[in-house]
């Protein structure tokens, strides 16, 4: 009788960050505060590297990774402290030096591919149905989850893009009809999740995310599946913007209707117009501080000033930051949190973009998915500011180390 091969000593740490991957997307916005538990897990989990320190051997693009998280995190908890905003301000911006231990962490122990697909495929399958529920059967004008609806719909449409980047590891699987439809439907729920959020933030880069998923894939497809691939997107665009339930054509129309009326000044505290005075306002904030910014508690106060002169509609004053991720930086922090910024997002875009023609379909697929998160956060950027979320800072923070090390030990895989 032929007796079963011992476990390796990794094998039941590969299990425990194999689960915290797939929970980290799969209950992100279906459980109060979802997308902290799979990170927590990892975070905890990094207790079995101490004294393990010379067994790690990180690769110099792996101490590029951690550089930039720690340059972003010491930048924004320096500007909390010299503008006193206290532990209020550093505890988000110490996330991402929490996340460097979990990085670690799956360097060592990289959770299984299946798992780490199959936890953004869930999550936009939940997060689809669950949004459909609020919106149809419940009837809310924007399905928000246990979030912000702007938090829920990004973070919807973001399981979405990640699991159309995840068709490629899906087709070379023996169970590859199982693992397409099983993402097919991730898509599915996670754009629903979106649309029924009306969260117009995240569909402005669709056309940029779509040339990234061409880059990696196109050249591979023939030129009928190409069209048709074409023929789709537009075909469920319209119908997206035709469906009334969508609620797709009431936000557009609205956007199209505020900017008519802030241009004529009629109302400057719509959606859209309140961005634009927020804009305004941050411009003339940056020209007097360019280099190190006003700090939180300085850029309130520059904001009460310019409403007090007229400059800002004084409805502008009840925000606490200016709905663009990288006017915010510039305006907070200078030309040195806008740098950092821009660094936490292209740095990694890079590192993965480098493997965008990789031969491997599971590489490439990582490959994608890793450029295609900054990507996303780039978009949901340009109208919000979501780093300065919770779910916007752990989804992130946490969501790159675990893409990244399927990335990582996917090259180690194929260079043995």
Known sequence: MAQALPASPGSGMRIYTSMAAFLLMAIALVVPSGYSLGAVMLLLGSVVLLGK????ALGRADLVIIAVFTAYALVVIAEAWWDGQGSRGMDRPARFLLAIPALLLVLAFPPRAAAIWAGLATGGILAGGWAGWQK????????????????FGNISMLSAIL???????????????LWVALLALGIAGGVLGSLFSGTRGGWVGIPVVLWVLYRGYGRDLPGKWKTLALVAVLVVGTMAYAIPQTGVQSRVGQAVHDIQRYASQENRTSS???RFEMWKGAAHLIAEKP????????YQVGMQRMADDDVIHPFITTFDHAHNEFIDATAKRGLLGLVVLLALYLVPMRLFARQLAAPDMQLRAFAVAGVLLPVAYFDFGLTQVFLAHNSGVMVYAFLLPVLWAGFRARERQLAC
């Open 136 to 151: 149809l059967v419940e009837g809310v004008e924007r399905a928000g989850g246990h979030t912000y609806v702007i938090q």
């Open 291 to 298: 280099l190190l910014g006003w700090g939180e508690n300085g």
């Open 163 to 177: 699991c159309a980047a995840g068709l490629g590891w899906a087709l070379v699987q023996p169970r590859a009809k």
């Open 272 to 274: 859209v117009g309140a």
């Open 53 to 56: 320190r010379g067994e790690l």
